[in-house]
């Protein structure tokens, strides 16, 4: 199976889904329907830990790449996470060179990095194939900072070129609340800010990701440039499915 960082390699537009349910069930049905990756959220989603080892594990037989968003900087959690098996660490809030820096330390054994060492998690076959897992995914594992801040745009260029940072994933209600202009996604700001985080991502070749809403009336520059895009959420689909039942 191809990995999540040579599938962000090839360049081409990889189409996701947010899990914010906690529901493992909601997440195989996900990843049966054909959806490239998902993001298994922690931070504002109602599931816990334990849930996103159901999650993963639902998931196993297909072949969707898997995310976790973690609600903050903390070793335990992130290590927690790629031991479950995801491949790769989505952090909000990531606005200076010195905290991208930091979360890409978490990712990665010693001495490149702090992650602690399980040779029987459950990412290794539980120990089975361990060497496989360590000289592969477990070496390096995807690293995500979620750009959602003014200070985050000024810095973008030292953030994009910190190493073990693969994707520069625009937070788009929060950067746009930051900006004066909440869920105005074609508002003049948002779409510089845009530019800037896009301009970064070529200079320093990473992916750019944001998950693309139908506020932003096509006048974003996102798409033009390979990456993760979440397409909604498994919440927002079943408040659809339901709706259009009721009619």
């Not at 998931?59 to 968003?69: D, F, L």
């Not at 809030?93 to 991208?100: G, I, Q």
């Not at 070496?139 to 030292?158: D, K, R, S």
Request: aromatic content about 6%; overall charge neutral.
């Amino acid at each position: 199976m191809e990995s999540l960082k040579d599938a962000l390699k090839s360049g081409r537009n990889l189409k996701g889904i947010w899990l914010a349910s906690g529901s493992h069930v909601a997440a195989e049905i996900a990843a049966l329907s054909g959806f490239d990756w998902c993001l298994i959220d922690l931070e504002h989603g109602y599931g816990s830990e334990a849930d996103a080892l159901r999650m993963i594990q639902a998931m196993g037989r297909t072949q969707i790449h898997i995310v976790v968003r973690v609600p903050c900087l903390r070793g335990d959690i992130i290590s927690r996470c790629l031991d479950f098996g995801a491949e790769g660490i989505m952090l909000p809030m990531v606005s200076t060179k010195t905290e991208a820096e930091s979360f890409a330390k978490t990712l990665r054994y010693p001495p490149a990095g702090t992650r602690g060492m399980s040779s029987s998690c459950r990412a290794a076959a539980y120990g089975l194939m361990f060497s496989d897992y360590f000289n592969g995914t477990g070496a390096a594992p995807v690293g995500i900072a979620q750009i959602e801040t003014q200070t985050a745009v000024a810095n973008i260029n030292e953030i994009a070129s910190t190493e073990g940072i693969d994707v520069l994933f625009i937070g788009h209600s929060d950067l746009s609340l930051q900006l004066g202009c909440f869920r105005q996604f074609d508002a003049p700001a948002m779409l510089a800010a845009e530019n800037s985080v896009l301009n970064a991502c070529n200079r320093f070749e990473k992916a750019p990701g944001a998950i693309l809403r139908p506020a932003m009336k096509g006048k974003s520059n996102l798409e033009t440039k390979g990456g993760l895009f979440a397409l909604g959420t498994d919440v927002e689909s079943l408040k659809g499915a339901f709706a259009a039942l009721l009619k």
